[in-house]
């Protein structure tokens, strides 16, 4: 044993329990500790441990390792956005304006530029809690923030190739990302990789590689879909109805087609009536292409089957087959006995074929069902907002407040001036007791307002010195949140 | 313009991320009512949520802030804010001449250092009193170090085992007893040992190291008269005695160029602690400006990592010269475009073990060190040189992973803190960029 370690020992130990016996070295130590000349056990422990630790603090050697260095990250030639840029971002992992995130990395990767390194690691720890900002991380972080997820378990996620040789090796998380970029540059080649995967992957993996198959749908994958229809798992058999019913050309969707055709008859002329007959049972074809027999609570057997039939179909085969518009047969459904389940089918029918004509139907006849803007392009939802706005289901101001707030995607200048206006002459209306709606769904929308308008909204908003508090305190959340985004996005553009 | 700050120096002045976030805010024109700068300074008037505007100057030379608003944080959001538009968009602020409160600040502020620096001339006032002042503390740290010697061999005796097993106020009653008798740096090896016991990394090895250098330091304080001028200086430091800035500043300095490497905030029981190292390039000499801050107080933020300027610095007396004063400086603060260093780790050791030879309680000294790359492997995270030297880094250092980012496994320059066992890195060199961990 070591000097030092006996002498650790016995000052753990204490002398109290043992008495101290003065350690013996070699060499020039050895000399300095025999000279220690304390008859105290303690003051000679003390004495004896403040020579040992000079003498290891003085002429420790350092540990060696010759091995290879790992490989360092391959060169990455973007310039770098300015530190600003990454404090901004560290703003908002930090939680204050966390809802631009998604706009900042989109703008990040269009100003062809790299985040400086030490922002890294915040944005690839960001990924780890909020699973739907990866694909756009995964973006931006070039081949320095690859290098460093590789070394880092907990970042696994990003650890991405488009190289398909490293598909065997990577993660199920980092396999779904590269299938959903490689689908949209080559989708028959990802959706061959999901096929050679198929039939050793389990269940799980093999409903989340189908999921990819969203991107860049095609009738190029119909066959492979088709096939899917007689998979063991039922978690794979619930997701591919929802594609192929997305594919109108489909054998799918023309079975759909041909089983509720002539099932729906259209009478009358000037009152326009649906009439609907239904099968008394389900037949074996029906079953496999996903029709589930049970219903929900609280719905007949043969609505849920009716309504799951028309969900598939397109619903401007309709439109077409019969000369009317959405809102006329919205209208005829209305005198039908199935009503319910018309509508309700149509309404899944929408989600898979957007159409803003069948969105505004609908939301007249059942207003508030906000889901169906969600396929809508963003000048779509700006149209639909304006025109529903103007009808009588939506003139309160607490409805309009909602309605205006679906538009979740960069709004148009012109949608937003209609938008800032009527809450210029709503403050003038409401001078003294704004409506808490109003004052707590605003502030939100200021992620989707053009920057440009800043200096107008602030004049719109904040008109003269004495607003209410409540009116204030919205219109400096507004104000601070758009503020915020103009700069973030300026800095990215510098 | 004489001076050329960087938005990236301004962004870090700020004293936490919340002021930087305001100041953000703040950094528009349209925020401030009134404006201007001359080659001495940059003004104005911000409107916050009192009648009167806001106030703010900020002396450029320094940089130095002042704000009549009512904030504790040092530099202020206003100040930063002004500071922040100023570097990004000098256009946004004219040349103008300085109104009455902007003169009037900046010339206490000349008055404030013309008194400073005559007093630091002065000679004590009453050499009898002083030496009785002095007198009167020895001795109140002597009879404090015959009772931290009686705790000490009755520490040895319970033994450190059982002493870890003590409440918090084993190690806090006799910290505290040390600063009663004026021996303030002993009571924070004191507390240390306290915080040393309650960790679980190792602390068998380093607790003992630290009883022995409090032992070492006891026996030198009460054998001073044997002792070298510059040794008996050491251990009065180390013990706590503080000697008064200008008597420092009195002295002859050494005139080199500056370049300020790093620093670091340490907070104790509400004293902060700021340690700046600065490196003089043409006498290969470190130097470490230390500033206290009580609390809300502002710390110096005068030296900017990542600059260097012509200066006159003096050395606190001392075996090594390590800690030191600014007499003045010399010229206009400019970015660095190029930092030397350390080529190995081998060297680095070498020099801390010369100090460490001259004065055994020497700590963390910081050290420039080219070529080198941090490493994750199964002894944790360490740097490693081009010579398989490998140093390990602090397990409490919490920016390991900053630091791999700015490297990528590429040789990087690194400013770190190294105290014999521990790195604690400061700042990272690498292309052209200097980046603080």
């Given at each position: 044993m070591s000097a030092w370690e006996d002498i650790l020992n016995a000052a753990l130990i204490g002398t109290g329990r043992k008495p101290f016996t003065p350690p013996v070295a070699d060499g020039l130590v050895g000399e300095v500790l025999a000279q220690i000349g304390s008859a105290d056990g303690e003051r000679n422990l003390l004495a004896s441990a403040a020579v040992i630790t000079q003498w290891q603090r003085a002429g420790a050697l350092p540990a060696h390792d010759t091995s290879p260095f790992p490989e360092p990250a391959p060169a990455d030639d973007r310039p770098r956005c300015s530190a600003r840029a990454g404090q901004h971002l560290a703003i908002m992992a930090g939680g204050?304006?966390?809802?631009?995130l998604p706009e900042w990395l989109e703008a990040l990767y269009r100003s062809g530029k790299q985040l400086p390194e030490e922002y890294l690691p915040i944005l690839l720890a960001l990924g780890v809690q909020k699973s739907d900002l990866r694909e756009a991380i995964v973006k931006v972080i070039g081949e320095r923030g690859r290098w460093l997820a590789a070394i880092n378990d907990t970042w696994h996620y990003a650890v991405t190739s488009d190289d398909e040789a490293d598909w065997e090796t990577a993660s199920t998380s980092a396999r779904v990302l590269f299938l959903r970029r490689l689908r949209a540059t080559n989708p028959d080649r990802a959706r061959e990789l999901i096929e050679a995967a198929w039939a050793t992957e389990r269940a799980d993996e093999r409903a989340r590689y189908l999921e990819t198959l969203q991107v860049n749908l095609s009738m190029a994958d119909e066959p492979f879909l088709e096939a899917c229809l007689d998979d063991r798992s039922k978690k794979v058999r619930d997701i591919v109805p929802v594609l192929l019913a997305?594919?109108?050309?489909?054998a799918y969707v023309r079975r759909m087609i041909e089983r509720v055709d002539n099932r729906l008859i259209l009478k009358g002329n000037t009152r326009l009536k649906l009439e609907v007959t239904l099968p008394e049972k389900l037949d074996e074809v029906m079953i496999r292409d996903g029709i589930e027999e049970k219903p929900p609570s609280k719905m007949g057997k043969k609505a849920w089957w009716l309504l799951q039939m028309l969900k598939a179909v397109p619903p401007n085969y309709w439109v077409e087959k019969w000369g009317k518009t959405p809102a006329e047969l919205i209208d005829a459904a209305g005198s039908s006995d199935w009503k319910e389940a018309l509508c309700q089918g149509w309404f899944g029918a929408v989600e898979c074929y957007p159409d803003s004509e069948w969105v505004m139907a609908l939301l007249k006849e059942y207003?508030?069902?906000?889901?169906?803007?969600?396929?809508?392009t963003p000048d779509e939802q700006e149209r639909c907002v304006l025109e529903l706005s103007?009808?009588?289901?939506?003139?309160?101001d607490t409805d309009w407040i909602q309605l205006i707030g679906l538009v979740l995607q960069s709004w148009s200048i012109g949608y937003a001036e209609v938008v800032l206006k009527r809450m210029g002459d709503y403050y003038k209306g409401h001078k003294g007791n704004p409506d808490w709606h109003i004052t707590y769904a605003f502030p939100a929308t200021a992620y989707y307002f053009p920057p440009e308008l800043l200096d107008k909204a602030r004049r719109v908003l904040l008109p003269d010195e004495n607003p209410a508090n409540l009116w204030l305190t919205m219109a400096n959340s507004f104000i601070d949140t758009l503020e915020f985004r103009r700069n973030m996005l300026e800095e990215l553009q510098r | 313009m004489s001076v050329h700050w960087t938005p990236e120096q301004v962004t870090a002045l700020a004293p936490d991320s919340s002021s930087l976030k305001t100041a953000e805010k703040l950094a528009?024109?349209?925020?401030?009512v009134t404006s201007g700068c001359d080659d001495q300074a940059l003004w104005g008037e911000c409107k916050g949520s009192s009648a009167r505007p806001y106030q703010t100057v900020i002396d450029l030379s320094e940089p130095a802030f002042h704000c009549s608003c009512p904030s504790r944080k040092f530099p202020c959001k206003h100040g930063l804010g002004l500071f922040l538009l100023f570097t990004r968009d000098p256009g946004s602020i004219k040349t103008a001449s300085q109104p009455g409160w902007v003169s009037d600040w900046l010339a206490k502020r000349a008055a404030r250092a013309a008194k400073a620096e005559a007093r630091a001339t002065e000679k004590p006032s009453d050499p009898a009193a002083q030496a009785r002042r002095i007198d009167q503390r020895h001795n109140k740290v002597l009879s404090g170090l015959t009772e931290l010697d009686l705790w000490l061999t009755d520490l040895m005796r319970r033994g450190l085992a059982d002493a870890r097993s003590q409440p918090y106020h084993y190690w806090e009653g006799v910290a505290s007893r040390m600063v009663d008798s004026q021996a303030p740096g002993l009571a924070r090896h004191l507390r240390e040992m306290g915080s040393i016991a309650a960790s679980s990394a190792n602390w068998q090895d380093r607790l003992l190291r630290k009883v022995s250098l409090v032992y070492l330091l006891s026996q030198g304080y009460q054998r001073l008269d044997t002792l070298s001028p510059e040794t008996q200086a050491d251990v009065r430091t180390a013990v706590g005695w503080t000697i008064r800035e200008e008597e420092i500043t009195a002295q002859p300095g050494l005139q080199d160029r500056w370049i300020v490497l790093g620093r670091r905030v340490e907070e104790q029981d509400d004293i902060r602690t700021q340690r700046t190292w600065l490196w003089g390039i043409d006498n290969a000499q470190i130097a470490l400006i230390l500033d206290f801050a009580y609390r809300n107080q502002p710390l110096d933020?005068?030296?900017?990592?990542?600059t260097w300027f012509d200066a006159d610095v003096a050395f606190y007396p001392g075996a090594v010269s390590l800690r030191a004063a600014m007499r003045k400086r010399l010229s206009d603060t400019v970015p660095i475009d190029d930092l030397p260093g350390y080529s190995a780790f081998d060297a680095v050791i070498a020099s801390y073990t010369a100090m460490l030879t001259r004065n055994p309680w020497i700590e963390e000294v910081a050290f420039t060190v080219c070529n080198v790359i941090p490493i994750a492997d199964s002894l944790g995270w360490g740097i490693r040189d081009q010579n398989g030297t490998r140093l390990p880094i602090a397990p409490a250092f919490a920016k390991n992973w900053e630091l791999m980012a700015m490297s990528g496994g590429h040789a990087v320059t690194l400013i770190t803190e190294w105290d014999g066992m521990y790195l604690v890195p400061l700042s990272v060199w690498a292309d052209g960029r200097l980046v603080m961990v």
């Open positions: 204050e304006h966390a809802q631009a997305r594919l109108p050309q489909s207003p508030k069902n906000y889901d169906l803007f969600e396929g809508l103007k009808s009588k289901a939506y003139q309160k | 528009a024109a349209s925020k401030w933020t005068s030296l900017l990592p990542g």
